[in-house]
């Protein structure tokens, strides 16, 4: 089971994930609108729609779903590539390195924090009464 700290990390996850979202999709919206050229409004899509994705991962840390989890580390590390694609593709030098840092940080720690996500407090115990797959007469 979590603990406290662990915990309280999630829920900081989850309130990044979903500030990190709105900045995302309100960044790529007016990247697209304002795009001059196809590379641009392609980069201002992607990150838009990768902003959308964080917004519903946030939601589903919080509550610790197993989905959240695996959306959240999808769109961080996608917004960590959709950074790091105006440098890998020779357009410019300067890229958001605190940015870039942070996504993959949070991808990294709802990778290796599955524990965080499994839950116990199922009720269901298998007993012999309750096996369905002893059958005794």
Not at 44 to 73: D, Y
Not at 83 to 104: D, E, H, K, N, R
Request: proline share 4%; aromatic share 6%.
């Amino acid at each position: 089971m979590v603990d406290d700290s662990g915990e309280a990390k999630l829920y900081v996850l989850a309130a990044l994930a979903l500030s990190l979202g709105v900045v995302h999709v309100v960044s790529g919206t007016v990247t697209v609108l304002a795009a001059i050229s196809v590379g641009v409004l392609v980069l201002g899509g992607c990150q838009a729609a990768l902003g959308l994705f964080l917004v519903p991962a946030g939601v589903g840390i919080a509550l610790r779903r197993p989905w959240g989890r695996w959306v959240g580390v999808v769109a961080f590390g996608g917004i960590a590539v959709v950074q790091l694609l105006p440098f890998l593709s020779g357009t410019t030098l300067a890229i958001p390195v605190a940015g870039v840092l942070l996504s993959t940080g949070c991808s990294l720690y709802l990778l290796l924090a599955g524990e965080a996500f499994q839950r116990d407090d199922d009720g269901r115990v298998l007993t012999e009464d309750t096996n369905p797959h002893e059958f005794r007469r």
